[in-house]
Every structure is written in C-alpha cells, then in structure tokens.
C-alpha cells in the first residue's frame, strides 16, 4: 500500500508538472524532457528517504502514526536541502544560461516545486488518512 502511495504522489507530480508547463506554454523540447526525468528523480529520492526512515521508525517499535510523523519530520531537512539546492542551480542556469538550457531550468524548477508538494504534503495527507481510517 506504501508503494501505491509513493506512486500516486509520483502520478499527481507529473500531472502538476505538466499542468504549469501547459499553462505556461511551454514548449517540449530535449532539455526540458530532461529536466522532468530528474523531476521524477528527484520526486522517488524523496519517498525512498520518507520510507526508508518510516521503515527504520517501524523497526524501532512505534505505532504506524508515530513513526509516520517522526520519518516525516526526519527524512524533511533530507528532501528539503537537496531540493533548494537543486533549484538554486536551476536558478542559475536560467539567469547565466540561454535558450534550450533555459527551457531545462524552468522545467527543473517547476518540477522541484511540484515534488516537494507531493512528497511532503501529498504523500503524507495520503499517508495519515489512510493510518487515521485503519486501512494501512
């Protein structure tokens, strides 16, 4: 059930990505498609890091709602550092950068900020409601 949910919020991140690439009329070309395949990257690193620390919580002997919210507050500074990071450089490269790089830094961008919505607010409403409701 975890997995499903990892999944989900991987579905709704591209749904989102490509929702603010059609609104911005964004043109698809080889770099942006690149950027949304370290989009997906970067959006599985952060369940790997939710799960692997909610599996290790587990192990310790908490309850599934306990070790829920302590991976989540654990795995954050994780997920979160290496977003901004990431869109620091993405910055960068709009700002230095021209034309096709300039369409992988705004793909880049909008992705990065698509998967920290799911990741830490997606996957853990999904994740909570299903510990709250008893069907995980």
Do not use: Q
């Not at 990505?17 to 698809?28: I, K, R």
């Not at 290790?56 to 507050?73: C, D, I, P, R, S």
């Not at 500074?77 to 830094?105: C, E, M, Q, R």
């Amino acid at each position: 059930m975890r997995g499903l949910i990892a999944n989900l919020a991987l579905v709704i991140n591209l749904i989102l990505l490509m929702g603010a690439l059609t609104m911005f009329h964004f043109v698809l070309t080889l770099p942006g498609i690149a950027g949304i395949i370290l989009t997906i990257g970067l959006s599985v690193d952060a369940n790997v890091l939710i799960f692997e620390r909610l599996r290790e919580e587990m192990a310790l002997g908490k309850t599934l709602k306990v070790a829920l919210n302590t991976a989540y507050e654990k795995a954050f500074s994780s997920i979160f550092d290496a977003n901004v990071t990431t869109l620091i450089t993405a910055a960068i490269l709009f700002w230095k950068a021209s034309g096709p790089v300039k369409g992988f830094a705004i793909a880049l961008t909008l992705g990065i900020l698509a998967s920290l919505f799911t990741a830490l607010i997606v996957g853990r409403n999904c994740l909570g409601w299903l510990v709250d409701t008893k069907r995980l």
